[in-house]
């Protein structure tokens, strides 16, 4: 059992020192561990971004549908304002993501990984807020089980802590400013 529905968690026993996946060519050496983590970082990103876009969808149509004072709640200028920047975060972060899957194959292997844990620490800390205003937005129905926001967000928090939230991430990007390399940061945003 997992906080997010939609994805099955499988444990890994703390003292196995290995773990049979089957034959995937060998092991990797630390420039495709860190490719593969750029491109893990950027799906996750991705990944936020489309649960943002869901819970604005159900969002915007909820408050379209549901009427207070006789008028659509939708129109009430606070909703629009919570909506609004809600959606300037959700493209802000779509960008960010698209950049970051772009970069894997177009930048070097430390432009990718920064462009990948950039993209990771925005999206994993505009996901929370969006799905939150989401949740504002629908009057806290949200929370029942009538309503999937409540799913995306389970989704996003688990997503925002796989491989380290936006505090790992940033990290790790302060660490590569000041010591001039990602090096510390090898292997999953934890330092060594």
């Known amino acids: 059992d997992s906080v997010d529905l939609t994805r099955e968690l499988r444990p890994v026993a703390p003292q196995a020192v290995r773990v049979d996946i089957g034959d995937l060519g060998g092991p990797l050496d630390p420039a495709a561990l860190d490719r593969w983590l750029a491109l893990t970082l950027a799906a996750l990103s991705a990944d936020l971004v489309g649960l943002m876009d869901a819970a604005l969808e159900a969002a915007v ?6 009427e207070q004072f006789g008028v659509p709640v939708g129109t009430f200028q606070a909703v629009q304002h919570l909506a609004s920047e809600a959606k300037v975060s959700a493209e802000a972060a779509h960008g960010l993501a698209c950049y970051a899957g772009w970069a894997i194959d177009a930048l070097d292997l430390e432009q990718a990984l920064l462009a990948a844990r950039t993209a990771k620490a925005y999206c994993s800390e505009r996901a929370r807020e969006v799905i939150e205003a989401s949740m504002q937005l629908h009057g806290g129905v949200a929370f029942t ?27 790790v990007i302060a660490d590569g400013r000041v010591f001039g390399s990602q090096e510390k940061g090898r292997g999953f945003g934890l330092p060594r």
């Not at 149509?61 to 549901?66: A, E, G, K, L």
């Not at 009538?146 to 790992?168: F, I, K, M, P, W």
């Open 61 to 66: 149509s909820h408050v379209s549908s549901r």
């Open 145 to 171: 089980w009538e309503y999937n926001v409540h799913v995306l967000a389970r989704r996003a928090l688990l997503s925002r802590q796989t491989l380290g939230d936006e505090h790992a991430q940033l990290d």
